[in-house]
């Protein structure tokens, strides 16, 4: 496996960071993270934005221009040679001459094995913890991930997939995923504010918007133990049902209808985005 780093392809275990890197000392740093299927990346101007974006609201110059970054990916696709994969661009504040202050930014860009999560966790659904957390800058994809991860073992304890963020009595989003719920009303609803804007999050609204009542609006931590279904979406996870929220059944604790119909419109876009793809090799 190769990655890249900076302006090269690099083997992915040789070592090539000096340990003043302010990514590694302060966290300073963005990344983004897509899918690769049969070749082709799906999605991929929705996260390039995003990335960019993110990038831009850190004060992180990109060393690169966009087209030398689509470069870049296309040519570490190319030398790895696998047509499902998992990419990761990251960049981070370079190194520090005085370990507060950023230097020049570093680009890497990791693939990594594409492992979609076991279809039993679609069928069956997953279970959430509630937390209380709000992610200080939500709409940037920062690397900072620390009260997540430090709740791993509680998390792994109950059998639950991930914590569910909440603040001042209100639902933000899990700790690497969108929230959605359908209300009492049967409106599917997700949080407006607070929370990253999920690529597979945005593919989700238009989908839903053809013919079913949505709304993006604040939703209340009550909320949860009347509505009638409930689940995440993220890139890896696409749209995974929540039937069980701190060891409590949501609606009657299996994935319901709306959530289903949104799963298998979810997976024929990405089809028709890879086959659009296929038709036009020389967008990729
Ligand atoms: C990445 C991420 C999501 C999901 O975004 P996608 O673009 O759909 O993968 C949601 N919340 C947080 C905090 C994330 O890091």
Redesign the pocket.
């Known amino acids: 496996m190769h990655w890249y780093f900076n302006d090269r392809l690099i083997p992915a275990e040789e070592p090539v960071l000096q340990l003043n890197e302010l990514g590694l000392l302060r966290g300073f740093g963005i990344f983004d ?1 897509f899918l690769v299927e049969e070749g082709t990346p799906i999605f991929y101007e929705g ?1 390039e934005a995003r990335f960019l974006a993110s990038a831009r609201k850190l004060g992180l110059p990109l060393p690169l221009s966009t087209g030398e970054l689509r470069r870049a990916i296309a040519e570490l696709l190319q030398r790895n040679g696998e047509s499902h994969a998992a990419i990761r661009l990251l960049l981070t504040g370079g190194y520090s001459p005085d370990g507060y202050r950023p230097g020049p930014s570093h680009l890497a860009i990791l693939q990594h094995p594409f492992v979609p999560y076991p279809a039993e966790k679609c069928e069956r659904g997953i279970g959430l913890q509630l937390n209380r957390y709000q ?1 200080q800058l939500p709409e940037i ?1 920062t690397t900072n991930y620390l009260n997540g991860i430090r709740l791993l073992p509680l998390l792994q304890a109950a059998g639950d997939l991930e914590p569910l963020y909440h603040d001042h009595g209100y639902v933000r ?6 929230f959605w719920l359908v209300d009492e009303e049967g409106s599917l609803v997700t949080p407006k504010r607070g ?2 804007q ?4 945005a593919r989700v609204l238009d989908l839903a918007r053809r013919d079913m009542p949505v709304q993006q609006r604040a939703v209340r931590v009550g909320e949860l133990s009347r509505a009638r279904e409930a689940f995440i ?3 890896s996870k696409r749209v995974m049902p929540v039937v069980r929220i701190d060891g409590r059944p949501v609606g009657d604790g299996q994935p319901g209808p709306v959530t289903r119909e949104l799963m298998s419109r979810f997976e024929r876009l990405k089809q028709e985005a890879r086959k659009r793809s296929a038709a036009r090799p020389e967008d990729r």
């Open positions: 993270f996260y992610r994809k989003e899990t700790v690497r995923s969108n929370v990253l999920g690529i597979t999050r979406t993220g890139t």
